[in-house]
Structures are given as C-alpha cells and as structure tokens.
C-alpha cells in the first residue's frame, strides 16, 4: 500500500516533490558549508596565534632558586622541545660620545644572550644593520645616542663603574612588550610600554659585566628561561587556550616556587579565542537567515502543492482509509523530501565549500566534517517535518472531506495582524539595538586571564527581530494595498493585460496571500543577500583600511634611522614602474613632559593622495578638515586622547614640545597649537603620537629628514612595486606592502577566510533570491492553470493570459525589490552597528557593493520574468483537458 | 439544399484520445451540421463521446481527422468563442473571482462596456435564479448553484450558438426543468441555436431534434432512418 502510493506520488507531483527537496537542500548545503568554514577559521585563527608569538612561555626564575636546575626542569616537561636561558640587569643608563657630542639616556635594561637564542627564537630579534653577533643596540636606543655599529657605548652600572663596550648591529624587538612583560604581574600592574634603551650582551660578556656584586642599590640580574612548545594543540582556539593555560600550572607546580610562567602563547590565544567567537557569530549571522529562508521558501513551496495534497488526503479518507493511516503515509512522504533534500545539500555544501574555501582546508578533518554533515541533514528532515508533516498533519486534524477542496477561501487577518506582531516585533527590534549601542556594551567580553568568555548573544536579536518584523509589516502593506487598491492596481496591469485589468485585479486581490508570501520571500531574499553583501564589503573596506593602518600605504619604504634623507630621495621612487604617488613623512621623537612620543610630519595637502586618511582616525573634526587646518595653522598639532587628558588641552592651546635640532644637536622648545585628537594615523604606533606639519618641523628643527616615503601604487601590483624598489635601494631602506600587512594583522578576523565565506554567501543568497521569486511565483502560476485555461476557453487571447501572469510576477518583483531594499537598509545599518567589534578601525561610511546589487537584482528579475513567461505558454494541453482535471 | 447558412459544419470528424494500444476514439468518423435556430438534444450512454463532439463543436478540441468548420463565424479562434457559448459538463468558474465577475467574463474579453455588461450579468443570474449569490466565490456554491451560474455566463454572453453539456446533470428535476425553460427561452430570443447533452429523458423530450451517440458514432434523424 505504502510503495503503490509513494510509486504514484513519484510519479504525479515529481515537479513539487523535487521543488521541496530542493529547498530543503539549500539549507542543508548553507548549514554545511557554514559549518565547515566555522571550523576552518577556527583552525587558522588557532595556527596564527601559535605562529604570532616569539617565545611560547617565559619562565621567570625567583630570586634564590637556582637558574640552572630551573632550566633543567623546563627542559625536561613534556611537550617542551626548546628552552633557552635569559639574562636581565637593570643600567642606570647608556651614553655615547659621536662626533664630538655627547648623547646619554636615562635607565635602561641590559639582556644576556646565549650564543644559540637568535637561532631558537628567530621572531624575537630583527637585524637592522651591522652584525648580527656581538653586542646589538635596540633601534631607538641607537636613534637616541645617535649610535651606529662600530661606536662605542658605555653602560651604567648602579654601585660600579660603567662599562664601555663596542656596538656590533643595530636590532629591532618587534614582541618587545611581552619580552619585558612583569611576569606574573596582573594586566594592570604591566608596564605601559616596553623600555626605551636597550642593549643586548652576548651571555659571556653579560655574565662578566653585570654580575657585580649585587647591593640594595643595584639589584642581582634576573634570568628567564624562553620556552618552545611543540605539543600538539587542539585546532579550535579555546580549547587550545585550556590546554596552554593548564600545562602552564602544571610546569609551576613541578617547579614548586622556583619560577613563574610567563604565556605568552595563551595569550595569543586568549585572542584568537574572542576572535573564533566572532566567526561562531558570523556563522550564526549568515548561516542562520539564510537556513531559515531556505525553510521559508521550502515551506511556500510545500503549500503550494497543499490543495492536491488535502484532496488526495480527502479521497484516501472517503475511501476508508483511517487517519492514523493517511498520517503514516504523510511522514513517508516528509521522509523520502528531507533525505532526498538533505542527501542532495551535502553534495551542494561540499562542493561550494570546496569552491569556496579550496578541496581540503587547514583544520578540517574528516570528523568535523562528519559532525557538519550530520547537523545539516537532522536540520534538513527537521525543515521536512515542519513543512510538509505539520501541515498534513494539521489538516488531516482540522478539515473535513468537503472543507479540503476549498482553494482560495475568503483570506481572513491573520492572528498576528491582527495583534500587531510586526509592530512589536520592530519595537523590539530597536529597543534591544539601543541597550545595544549604548556605550559600555561590548559584543564579546573575553576578560584576560579568564577561561570563560561572554557574548552577547541576545544583541543579535536586535537584526533578527528587525529582519522578522519588518517582513511581516511588509506582509501587512502588500495585504492591505491588495485589498483596498484594486483600481489603481488595474490601471498599473491595463498595459499588460488590456481588458482584463479589472479582472485581474480582483483575482490578485483575492489571491493576495499566496501573492504576499511571495512578495516577502523574495523581499527576505533580496535583503539577505544585499544586508550580507553590504557587510562583507564594510567589513573587507575596513580591513583594507586596518592593512593601511599598518602599513601606511600600498608601499611604505621606511629609511634606516640615522640616515638622513630629503624628500628629494622620492623623485626616484616617482620613476619606478606602478608608483602613482610618492609622499613624504618624517619621524622623530618629541617630549612632552618627561613622556617621549613619535612625532610625524605630514604635507596635508598632499597625503592623502598616497593613503587613505579615515574619519574615523580623528575626534574634533573630519580627516579633511583637521588637515586642512594643520595646512592653514602651520604650528597646529594633533595630538592624543590621552595627551590631552593628561594635560587638560582645549583647542588652541599652546603645547611646548622638546625636538632635536639637527644644527646643535640639543633638545629644543618647540610651541605647537593643539588642533584636534589624533587616535590612528598610517605607519603610527597604537599608542600615543603626534601628528604636525612637515614644513614647519623642518623650519623649527633644521632637518627635512624624512622618515618613511608612503607610496600609492593604485592599489594593485604591490608586492612587484615593492620588489623593485627594495632593488633599487637596496639595504638602506625596508620596503612594505601592504599585502603583506594584509597576512600580518593578526589579531582581528582578518585571519579567517572571509573571502571564501562571502563567495559562498553571496552564491547562496543569489540562489536564494532567485529560486524564492521564480520558484514561488511559478509553482504559484501552475496553481492558476486551471483559472488560465478557462479564460482561455472563454476566448481570452495567449497575449492576455501572459499579460496576467506578468503582472503578478512584476508585482513580486517590484515589491520584493523594493520592500526587500529597504529592509536590507536598515538591517545593514544596525547589523553593522551590534558587529562593531568585528571592525578595527570602526567605520565611518558603510560600503555599498553595487555590482553585487546589480547581479542580485538582475539574477531575480529574470528569475521571476522567465518564471511567468514560462508558466504563460507552458500549458501546450488544450485548456478543456485541464478542465477535466479536479 | 436551402440557403441558409450552417453555424456548424462536421464532416467525417473523429477524435482519438492517445495512440497505439491504448487509443481510444472518443468521436469517430461524425457528419453533422448545426443550423440557426436548431434545438438539438444528444443522448448516449456515459463514454460514448458527447462531450468530446461538443467540444469539437465549440472549437476547443481538433478533431484528428476530418474537419470542424463554422462557416458563418470568424476565422480567428478568439473572436469566434464569442459566438459560441459552452456550459461545461465539470466546474468552469475561476476559483478567485465572484459569481458576477465570473458571469460577466465573455463580456469583458468581448469587450462590452461595462453599464450594459453589468445589466446583462444581472439579468442572467436573475433568470437562473441565483442572484442572491452574485457576491459569493465559486467555492462557496453547491454544484447544482454552480451549474446554474455557468449557464447564467452563457446566458449573458448572447452567443448564436449555445452548447450545453449536461447542464441539468447536478439539479432536481424541477430547477432542472426551470433551467431548461430558461434556456430554451433564451435561444429564441436572441435567435441562436442550442445543443444540449443529456441523460434525462424529460429534457430531451423538450427539444425538437434527437441525435444520440454510441460508441463514438452520432446517429442523427437521418442516419436513424436509414438504420431503422
Ligand atoms: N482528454 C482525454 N484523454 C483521454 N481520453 C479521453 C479524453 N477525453 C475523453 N476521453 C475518452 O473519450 C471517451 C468519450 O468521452 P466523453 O467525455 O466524450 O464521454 P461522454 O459521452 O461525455 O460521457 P459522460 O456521459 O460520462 O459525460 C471516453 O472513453 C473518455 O475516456
Ligand atoms: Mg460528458
């Protein structure tokens, strides 16, 4: 009975059967695809973490233990594979003697080598110039003393004489701050930035220098034993950070008071934690709506084929088939559309994932991929059960034999109209986006040093109560512009159908609900695929802008400090082939107060032709405007947030800087105007920095020393522009570009494959749109067949028979676009607003991907136009056959 | 041979329904023609082609050899269903349109203007006796109430032939006899010609000229002289 059934349902409704399996396969694949890029991200942010870092662990060895057993210790644990002894002294500071000029520092730290450490911890030490043995100068230590290798430096020593010794190479400490971490301190109680002077002793030379007998004035050296960990960890980020943080304990139990681990690794990870929260959010942003619209439409699509599926119920029942029966024979049906469904998205989902994230990802192993698979097809058969069981079951309750052949019905309010859901739902929507972007919110909240992370989960509710609501006032409009507005809807389709406009009208308005789910489906779609797409691109503009950030441009050629190169030096750089704009900026050091800070010299008028320059960077005023007032007031200076708190500046306040003066050599007062509050500023530290006009540096300090030139190549061809500088100046200069930036900013989610994902999405969400118009309004078509045919019969021409099936697909389209317009907008807007952590720098504008629009809105239009031409001439039976069917 | 022109012409028509074994000749090798004026009544057990003849008749089936003409019709297929009325044997009222909007249909594509479309629409449900229900939608009818409404289409189409198949098959016998009234009344006064399929006998009895069907062939007066 059940196979003779289920042969014949095959064999009459294959088109809807496959229409809904279809649906169901489209979640199905999103929700895999989804999850394997979840997974995948996951991964890579956990490799980069563990890649981030210089040293894994920093073992601080306590005063009276002895560093050689502490050492012995460490080496032995499990999962350590190297570990390398670390001496530091404290100097009371360095000074040099050049030409005849004495430079000297105020206190210093002094580190102790081994012969082996550069070459364990490679990230930790970057040569700058010289050798890269013997003893190194840290970079701004140099640049104070105005030292290069072959002078001679003299260390202070507390209670001793200092000590002279002969500088080998310049270096540079890129992890500097975790080097000189407090370990064990609390994150407050760290030091706000790593010391200026540094210098770096071979073991040998530091065992002999700074070994001097320890007083209360001059403390004992202290030693550190840097770690490698080469245990295997776990892909996903917090789990990895577990991990870390307890093998961290256990080392400080073995070593029972002896040292205190300094992780470094964890806290990297502790990074990447937050940020694979943000991917979960992401996948939960995008996938989600997008596995709800593909029920959605599945959903239309199984009521579409509801009024055959009640007859057949009617006709099993009148034929005495008991209920429980006809029930079995619904769940049978569910069955085969959910596993066929579902069988059919895992094939779509592994090959848009392999399309989208390449064949075998880093991180993705065959049981993840299991587990995704096994996700997406449970949620497939639930989206099976809800939208072809339910229903049956529901009718099979609540209708009778004769109630089951009704098909339009007079279409009543329904309940939530009624009520006001969309209302409440909206009203919802904004007063959980204003809790939400009120200022101490965060999205994630990952306290150092905790395992548990908090996220704001509920603030997504904000967008999705927004996307819900506004599709059901949506639903409210089209209801109530069908219902009351049959005259100017039969003045808009008269064009199409000619006589039959007024007839039409009242057959669409009579139609209204299936027309309005319709309508809405393509609306969700459309606001899906263009809300998404909008943040991708948002989130892609400000990425580029955070590589910018960092690098300064799309080539940034930094000259060695010490060197003195005029601006001048950039007409070369002009002639290489890709170079659009070459711009100069100079760096130096400036104290204000006791602070020392980086100063840079800009020509307002013309940097922002090699970078971009953000409203976002600045507070009190636009990018535009305070550069064109440090063009208007040359002693203007934008200075930072913390600067000005800590001197209570209000705009034109006089600010006296000390700059080195190039003629004497001497700290000078310099008197600058305080214009505006600089936060980020490109090639500029994160911390506290100056920005001024170039012109105006050079007058007051005698140099036009430039320290970096920002070059714009156009945004393309950067890395070869690079190369060919890097050739043409060879060791004098690092050159940067900014892909490479791109692959180093690390700790935002610029590690997960975002790209991949919005291939992916973006697919889908066209797929979406598409199938929801052109599916929809066709299956809704083949439900009119019968009401075409005896129009056709009565004399009704081919011409106004497509002319009525346009205006209903014109009416989709028109409403969708636009209702789905709008709604993207305003989610665009908040999603983007509840997502801001997602975002460094914040944006300022939000980017619009109108070529994506474009495609989206053309891939529905015709969708939609194919579906009502098709459905228009499909009928190739006489209309009296189709007559003769029930 | 008079002069007067046919409404419909069959000459040796047939229609089969499928091919090879499973064909079926629903209509075979039929010769018939409809004058102005005639009042036809075709009998026949269930299968034996009448609604299948009618349908060749209104121009709504090609019959597979043969032919169908009207010669006093136009040649445009659209324009010539406006002289050619048909009430059908299975429900034929668009689901989402009201019983007026359904009855003024042929109005509307013909191209009547609205005011008279409206009075004409009224006065056909009237004469069938469902102009209470102008308001109501096709699935909120009885079958015998949406029989009626698709005569009342018909009868507002004023067409100059009217084929009508099995339109009493849902009433009782005294609605039915009503409708038949009506129909035959209607007929003479706009002068056209009816054909009306049937199984009832009472009905057939009204109608001046019997032809009957039997397994795809019409047996006309003609031809049953000749049998007979
Ligand atoms: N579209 C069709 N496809 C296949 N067979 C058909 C079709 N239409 C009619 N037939 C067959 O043609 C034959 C004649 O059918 P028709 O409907 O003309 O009979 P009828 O005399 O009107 O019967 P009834 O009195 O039951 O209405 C039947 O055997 C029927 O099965
Ligand atoms: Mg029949």
Redesign the pocket.
């Known amino acids: 009975m059940t196979i003779t059934w289920l042969a014949g349902l095959l064999r009459r409704r294959t088109g809807r059967l496959a229409a809904t399996a279809v649906g169901i396969s489209l979640a199905v694949a999103l929700i895999a695809a989804l999850g394997t890029f979840l997974t995948t991200s996951k991964a890579t942010m956990t490799a980069r973490a563990v890649h981030s870092v210089a040293v894994d662990w920093q073992v601080q060895v306590q005063p009276g233990a002895d560093p050689a057993a502490v050492l012995n210790t460490v080496t032995k644990t499990a999962g350590v594979t190297a570990a390398e002894r670390v001496s530091m002294a404290a100097t009371t500071g360095l000074s040099s003697t050049v030409g005849g000029t004495t430079q000297s520092t105020g206190p210093g730290v002094v580190l102790g080598l081994t012969p082996t450490y550069r070459h364990t911890f490679p990230g930790e030490i970057r040569q700058l110039s010289g050798s890269p043995t013997g003893v190194l100068l840290a970079q701004q230590t140099a640049a104070n003393l105005h030292v290069r290798p072959g002078d001679t430096v003299s260390i202070g020593r507390a209670g001793s004489a200092p000590v002279v010794v002969i500088v080998a190479g310049v270096v540079d400490l890129p992890q500097a701050d975790s080097l000189f971490q407090k370990v064990g301190a609390p994150p407050k109680s760290q030091p706000s930035a790593p010391p200026d002077n540094v210098i770096l002793l071979p073991q040998a030379t530091f065992d002999t220098v700074m070994s001097h007998a320890s007083t209360a004035a001059a403390p004992a050296p202290t030693t550190q034993i840097h770690v490698v960990r080469g245990a295997p960890l776990s892909s996903d980020p917090a789990a990895a950070y577990e991990s870390v943080i307890g093998a961290a304990h256990n080392l400080e139990a073995q070593l029972a008071g002896a040292g205190v681990v300094g992780n470094d690794l964890g806290a990297a990870l502790e990074g990447a934690r937050s940020d694979a929260i943000y991917a979960q959010m992401l996948f939960l942003f995008l996938g989600l709506p997008g596995a709800v619209l593909a029920a959605l439409l599945t959903a239309a699509l199984a009521s579409a084929g509801a009024d055959r599926r009640r007859a057949e119920q009617a006709l099993l029942r009148t034929r005495g088939l008991a209920p429980r029966k006809v029930a079995r024979l619904a769940v049978v049906e569910a069955l085969l559309v959910g596993t066929v469904g579902g069988v059919l998205g895992l094939g779509i989902g592994a090959a848009a994932g392999r399309l989208a994230f390449g064949p075998s990802p880093a991180g993705s192993s065959a049981s993840t991929t299991l587990i995704w698979a096994a996700i997406a097809f449970v949620a497939g058969l639930a989206i099976a059960t809800l939208t072809v069981l339910v229903p049956a079951l529901r009718d099979l309750r609540t209708r009778t034999v004769a109630q089951s052949r009704h098909a339009v019905g007079r279409p009543h309010t329904p309940w939530w109209m009624k009520s006001g859901v969309d209302f409440m739902l909206i009203a919802g929507a904004l007063f959980v986006f204003w809790a939400s972007s009120s200022n101490n919110y965060s999205l994630v909240l990952a306290p150092e040093g905790v395992a548990t992370i908090s996220v704001s989960y509920w603030a997504f509710l904000g967008p999705a109560l927004l996307w819900l609501g506004a599709a059901m006032l949506l639903w409210r409009i089209v209801d109530l512009a069908l219902k009351h507005g049959r005259r100017p809807l039969a003045r808009l389709i008269a064009p199409l159908t000619g006589r039959l406009a007024q007839t039409g009208a009242s057959s669409m308005s009579r139609q209204r609900r299936p027309l309005a789910r319709a309508l809405v489906l393509v609306a969700l779609a459309i606001s899906f695929a263009a809300s998404t797409a909008t943040f991708n691109a948002t989130y892609q503009q400000q990425a580029e802008a955070d590589a910018q950030l960092s690098n300064g441009a799309d080539v940034t050629v930094t000259e060695s400090p010490g060197l003195r190169v005029a601006p001048a030096a950039g007409a070369g750089m002009q002639s290489v082939a890709g170079v659009r704009h070459v711009e100069p900026v100079q760096h130096r050091f400036a104290y204000v107060g006791a602070d020392l800070q980086d100063l840079y010299g800009v020509r307002p008028a013309s940097i922002t032709s090699a970078t971009a320059l953000q409203d976002a960077y600045f507070t009190g005023g636009t990018a535009k405007a305070l550069m064109a007032k440090l063009a208007a007031q040359p002693d203007a200076i934008l200075v930072s947030d913390e600067t000005v708190k800590d001197f209570q500046l209000a705009p034109g306040d006089l600010i006296n800087l000390r700059l080195q003066d190039s003629r004497t050599k001497k700290l000078q007062t310099v008197p600058f105007h305080y214009a505006g509050i600089v936060k980020e500023f490109p090639t500029a530290p994160k911390d506290s920095f100056f920005v001024a006009n170039a012109d105006y540096i050079t007058k007051v300090t005698g140099s036009n020393a430039v320290g970096a030139f920002l070059i714009d190549t156009g945004g393309t061809n950067q890395s070869s522009v690079a190369a060919d500088l890097q050739r043409r100046l060879g060791a004098a200069a690092t050159v940067t570009n900014v892909t490479e930036a791109r692959s180093q900013v690390g700790s935002s989610l610029t590690s997960v494959n975002l790209a991949g994902l919005t291939r992916l999405e973006l697919v889908f969400a066209v797929l979406l749109a598409a199938s929801a118009g052109g599916i929809v309004l066709a299956v809704g078509l083949a439900e009119r067949r019968r009401s075409l045919a005896i129009l056709s019969v009565l004399g009704a021409r081919r011409r106004q028979l497509r002319g009525l099936a346009l205006s209903e697909g014109l009416l989709i389209t028109v409403g969708g676009l636009i209702g789905g317009g709008l709604i993207a907008w305003g989610l665009s807007q908040m999603l983007i607003k509840v997502l801001t952590g997602v975002f460094d720098p914040p944006p300022s504008v939000i980017a619009i991907p109108w070529g994506y629009l474009t495609i989206t809105v053309l891939t529905v239009v015709s969708a939609l136009g194919t579906a009502a031409m098709v459905s228009a001439r499909a009928s190739t039976r006489p209309a009296v056959?189709e007559l003769?069917d029930l | 041979m008079n002069h007067i022109e046919n409404l419909v012409v069959c000459t040796d028509a047939s229609r089969t329904?499928?091919s090879g074994l499973s064909a079926?000749v629903?209509v075979q090798g039929t010769t018939a023609q409809v004058v102005p004026g005639a009042r036809i009544a075709i009998a026949?057990p269930?299968?034996?082609?009448?609604?299948?003849?009618l349908h060749l008749m209104a121009g709504l089936e090609l019959p597979t050899r043969g032919q169908v003409t009207w010669p006093s019709f136009s040649t445009d297929a659209a324009e010539r269903t406006q002289d050619i009325g048909v009430v059908f044997?299975s429900p034929s009222l668009v689901p989402a349109l009201d019983v007026a909007e359904n009855t003024a249909l042929p109005l509307i594509l013909a191209g009547v203007d609205e005011q008279e479309c409206r009075a004409r629409v009224a006065e056909a449900l009237e004469r069938v006796g469902v102009s209470d229900l102008a308001g109501k939608l096709p699935e909120e009818l009885s079958g015998g109430q949406a029989q009626r409404v698709a005569v009342a289409r018909v009868l507002a189409q004023r067409p100059r032939l009217i084929l009508a198949?099995?339109p009493t098959g849902q009433l009782d016998h005294a609605t039915g006899q009503h409708l038949i009234d009506v129909l035959l009344a209607t007929t003479a006064q706009i002068g056209a010609a009816l054909v009306v399929?049937t199984?009832d006998r009472t009905v057939l009895e009204r109608l001046d000229t019997h032809w009957s069907?039997h397994e795809g062939r019409l047996l006309t007066a003609a031809t049953q002289g000749v049998l007979s």
Do not use: I, P, W, Y
């Open positions: 056959e003769r | 329904f499928g079926v629903a026949g269930s299968g034996s082609g009448k609604s299948t003849l044997q198949d099995e399929t199984h069907m």
